[in-house]
């Protein structure tokens, strides 16, 4: 095979933290736990190391605590349709093959026998704030423009995902709007499709969606245009997929420490002190998978928050999920989160 399947193997002894540093360095993205003989004892992919994070996983506990041990695999006898038909039918990226007692033998891989359509997929850009708390950076150019690095920040973003595949981008714009649409044009530069939803009025981060011109056949990325994220995408959509979800939203753990002793009082008397405890939440990341079923909860004019289009979702007893983001990620809000993207990232 052209790719080294090998480098991904770790023992049921490795830990959680072993596990993070194989999926964020190899393409592959996944860790197969190998016994010492070499069987397959089960397997580590991105969606179980995030589900890991949900759980607020220790990073020193077993790779068995995240561990799939019953991955569907093929065997070295199956025929090229029985695997296609597999893939067709998983959505799985990766296939272990195994012999009759269960040794790893090789790994078939998704995009080796279907092609990934991921590009079919729109990607929808918030491009319409005013960037109020970057003043007076933003006073005479539009957030989106603002260089970190080489590049506008929209520039960074959209090429990200053209390395994902997509092609077909609605930006979504008020303030400033002229000079974002001067940038990008139709986005033949790049070889893709750039449309405009023109805000006469700020509707919020999800109410411009009602400004769609028709409605997409597939599940669709809706992220805000401040963000510098090194997110994988492709891992979003099957994320998204695999859940059963009609809206999912990108989380990140966030900490938060507390600078004095918490003292826990009951009827005056003291129960317990924690010493500068250090609690953990998950935040809205800013990005977000939907399905075209979730545009029927939008009204044509009125504003709405994302934060409330999920509310509704949650109301109307329909599947969400939460994707937890591992990977870099920033959100552009302050002139000091601008200037440390432009001191960390390079592009």
């Known amino acids: 095979m052209s790719k080294s399947w090998k480098e991904s193997l770790l023992s049921p002894e490795a830990t959680v933290k072993d596990a993070k540093r194989v999926l964020d360095s190899?393409?592959?993205?996944?860790?197969?736990?190998?016994?010492?003989?070499g069987k397959l004892l089960g397997i580590v992919?991105?969606?179980?190391?995030?589900?890991?994070?949900?759980?607020?996983i220790d990073y020193q506990a077993p790779i068995t605590a995240i561990m799939?041990?019953?991955?569907?695999?093929?065997l070295v006898t199956d025929s090229e349709s029985e695997i296609d038909e597999l893939f067709t039918k998983t959505h799985l990226m990766h296939l272990p093959v195994v012999d009759e007692d269960g040794m790893l033998i090789d790994v078939e891989y998704y995009d080796e026998h279907l092609m990934i359509d991921s590009?079919?997929?729109?990607?929808?850009?918030?491009?319409?704030?005013?960037?109020?708390?970057?003043?007076?950076?933003?006073?005479?150019m539009p957030k989106p423009l603002l260089k970190v690095g080489a590049k506008p920040i929209l520039e960074t973003i959209i090429d990200n995902c053209i390395s994902y595949g997509f092609k077909k981008f609605y930006l979504s714009v008020n303030y400033k709007a002229q000079m974002i649409e001067d940038y990008?044009?139709?986005?033949?530069?790049?070889?893709?499709?750039?449309?405009y939803l023109k805000e006469k009025k700020q509707k919020g981060t999800a109410g411009s969606l009602s400004l769609l011109p028709e409605i997409p056949s597939k599940p669709f990325i809706v992220m805000n245009a401040d963000l510098v994220t090194d997110l994988n995408f492709q891992d979003l959509i099957n994320f998204h997929l695999e859940h059963r979800s009609i809206a999912t939203m990108c989380v990140k753990e966030y900490e938060f420490a507390v600078p004095y002793g918490v003292v826990g009082v009951n009827d005056g008397a003291i129960e317990k002190i924690d010493e500068k405890p250090v609690h953990k939440f998950f935040v809205n990341a800013g990005v977000y998978v939907l399905d075209p079923k979730v545009l029927k909860f939008l009204s044509e004019n009125k504003p709405l928050d994302m934060t409330d289009l999920f509310s509704k979702v949650i109301d109307g007893n329909q599947n969400t999920?939460?994707?937890?983001?591992?990977?870099?990620?920033?959100?552009?809000?302050?002139?000091d989160d601008y200037q440390h993207a432009n001191g960390n990232i390079v592009r």
Do not use: C
């Not at 190899?26 to 003989?37: A, E, K, L, P």
């Not at 992919?45 to 607020?56: A, V």
């Open 68 to 74: 799939n041990d019953n991955p569907k695999t093929v």
């Open 45 to 56: 992919t991105q969606s179980d190391y995030r589900k890991g994070i949900l759980k607020y």
């Open 119 to 140: 590009q079919d997929n729109w990607m929808i850009i918030m491009a319409g704030g005013l960037g109020s708390r970057l003043r007076p950076l933003t006073t005479d």
């Open 184 to 195: 990008f044009g139709d986005g033949s530069k790049w070889n893709i499709q750039i449309r």
């Open 26 to 37: 190899d393409s592959m993205r996944i860790v197969f736990v190998v016994n010492g003989q």
């Open 321 to 335: 999920a939460a994707f937890p983001i591992h990977e870099y990620w920033l959100d552009i809000g302050s002139v």
